[in-house]
């Protein structure tokens, strides 16, 4: 047959016939260029009998201009495109977009430019500068950002060098290969129950048919350590692996312990990789030598080469869904990924969706336990203070019974972490005078202050005005008055009660690139932080062995708003 069907990837148009020319094979999941009147489109050669659209005689088609040069998508992915498309109501060629999510990858192999040191040590004076950069840079090589990075210098002062002969240029392929991770680098010492759990996961990876599980474990059970050990027997295997994480600021603490499990780092995707890292990273996914992949929700479309093992971890949480563009809920697509593959899938979490108990109570899902903490470690005690008959002082809003616990936790050099599930300064701006609440002009909803960067920001549609010096509706000025308390307040409170705590605020806005995060964990292990005061990003995923007090401020803040789920999310 030499014509072919495209998906072209541009929603407004629907699917377009072309001719192969002569010599030119072009099986389904290809991705091509194909000509629309004077422009070039890319598109993907789709099965025969599965697009719409009536046929065009031969003679009226145009031919494909190129064929490009990677690896056709494979079917499996292309069947989860069209479920997708179909399940959320998305346009079909939305969601395959989300599959060639790199378009620097389609182009084939290529080089970069990176930079090292040449080990001459210069003529002349250096400055101090250039002696800094000489100093950090032994050993390393990479763009001159990168390096900069490193050196803490800039840029500039790095051009210098390489005029000056210091640093030298490097030409490196860009599709370079990662360090393969090695299953046996470490054998963790598994406790019964997490071994007896362990065995029956890497059991399905073995059998390599889809098999749904719940990995219901509390905290500290050693989830992580026990779904290694299906990983392990994937790679054994030869076969891919990918992990989904809720939140990019998890993944530094992640690739720590799996780089201590397998020896080296797996391959990352989320929205923080520069344009040749994901190219890098595609093409290794596309080829296959990409073996282990962690990654945010839109990695769960990248076309894997061969798949073996899927691992959502935290599937409860709400961060799986995307809210714009193709909406859908991460954790479910992953169960439709693997049954199309025919691979096992893991939903890890300490507290399971309300969907995910269902479908394991209905025999769907295998569910499996790990009902207490590793190691013989025990639950933390819960208490409730009711804030109506222990009310923090005026102006205040932390109570009594916690304030003593901060303090107590200080004396003892131990850490604590205050969470609050709101970010800012404080939810509601108001006039004093004539009562004008801030809303936004779009939504309408309540203008949120963020005192750090003197902004009021929507958290619905991110809507930004910087805090007017007068109220906008009388005129009056010093009148606004910042009402409730979010996290930034709560930090000045606790800087106001304890001035020599080392305090830090965890939140997507202050931990918003993963090295951001890195460091945030490094000064938590290392505990330089004595106070850390954080929204929900802070409350999954880390461990902090001298963490030993944990304050929910608010604890019924989210009760309020509407939201049909609450009380599981409250939970």
């Not at 002969?165 to 406790?191: F, K």
């Not at 304030?403 to 709101?422: A, C, I, P, T, W």
Request: charged share 25%; aromatic share 6%.
């Amino acid at each position: 047959m030499n014509r072919v069907r495209l998906l072209i990837l541009n929603a407004a148009l629907g699917p377009l016939d072309y001719r192969l020319p002569a010599g030119v094979s072009a099986p389904a999941g290809s991705v091509v260029i194909a000509p629309l009147g004077p422009r070039k489109v890319t598109g993907i050669v789709w099965d025969e009998g599965r697009l719409p659209g009536e046929e065009i005689a031969f003679e009226r088609l145009r031919p494909l201009i190129e064929v490009l040069p990677v690896p056709p998508l494979p079917a499996p992915l292309r069947r989860l495109i069209e479920w997708t498309a179909d399940y959320y109501c998305a346009p079909l060629a939305s969601v395959a977009r989300m599959a060639l999510a790199s378009g620097g990858a389609l182009g084939g192999p290529a080089t970069m430019t990176e930079y090292r040191l040449t080990g001459a040590e210069g003529s002349g004076r250096l400055t101090a500068q250039r002696k800094t950069a000489l100093e950090k840079l032994g050993g390393e090589q990479g763009t001159m950002r990168e390096l900069a990075t490193i050196a803490g210098v800039s840029e500039g002062v790095l051009r210098g060098m390489a005029g000056a002969g210091l640093i030298e240029p490097v030409t490196v392929a860009i599709d370079r290969p990662y360090d393969p991770a090695d299953p046996d680098h470490h054998q963790p010492d598994l406790s019964p129950i997490q071994a007896a759990v362990a065995a029956r996961l890497v059991a399905a990876v073995q059998a390599q048919e889809f098999a749904p599980f719940l990995l219901d474990g509390v905290t500290g059970s050693g989830k992580t350590e026990t779904y290694f050990e299906p990983v392990a027997e994937a790679l054994r295997r030869a076969k891919q692996v990918l992990v989904l994480l809720p939140e990019i600021a998890l993944t530094e603490n992640f690739l720590a312990r799996f780089a201590a499990r397998f020896g080296a780092a797996p391959v990352l995707w989320h929205s923080s990789l520069k344009s040749t890292e994901r190219r890098r990273a595609w093409r290794a996914i596309a080829d296959g030598t990409a073996q282990v992949v962690v990654g945010a929700r839109s990695a769960l479309f990248l076309p894997y080469a061969n798949l073996g093992l899927i691992v959502v971890d935290e599937a409860h949480e709400i961060s799986f869904k995307q809210d714009d563009g193709v909406r859908y809920n991460a954790r479910d697509v992953s169960v439709m990924r693997a049954r199309f593959e025919g691979v096992p899938v893991i939903l890890a979490s300490a507290t399971p969706a309300l969907e995910s108990l269902h479908m394991a109570s209905q025999g769907v899902y295998e569910k499996l336990d790990l009902p207490s903490r590793f190691g013989g470690a025990s639950l933390p005690t819960v208490r409730l203070v009711n804030l109506t008959e222990e009310k923090p002082g005026s102006g205040r809003w932390l109570a009594g019974p916690l304030v003593d616990g901060l303090r107590d936790r200080l004396d003892r050099g131990e850490q604590s972490l205050l969470f609050l599930n709101r970010r800012g300064y404080a939810p509601l701006t108001l006039c004093r005078n004539c009562g004008h609440r801030f809303k936004c002009p779009s939504c309408s909803a309540w203008l949120v202050e963020h005192r750090l960067s003197a902004r009021l920001a929507c958290h619905h549609c991110g809507f930004e005005t910087r805090v007017p010096d007068a109220c906008p509706e009388c005129g009056e000025s010093d009148c606004l008055v910042a009402c409730g308390p979010g996290v930034e307040r709560i930090a000045d409170e606790v800087r106001e009660l304890f001035p020599d705590a080392r305090i830090a605020l965890a939140t997507s806005d202050t931990l918003n690139t993963p090295e951001r995060a890195a460091e945030f964990i490094a000064m938590a292990e290392g505990r330089a932080i004595d106070i850390i005061i954080g929204t929900q990003l802070v409350t999954k995923g880390f461990h902090f062995p001298e963490l030993t007090l944990v304050g929910v401020v608010d604890a019924d803040l989210g009760l309020e708003g509407g939201d049909l789920r609450a009380g599981e999310r409250t939970f």
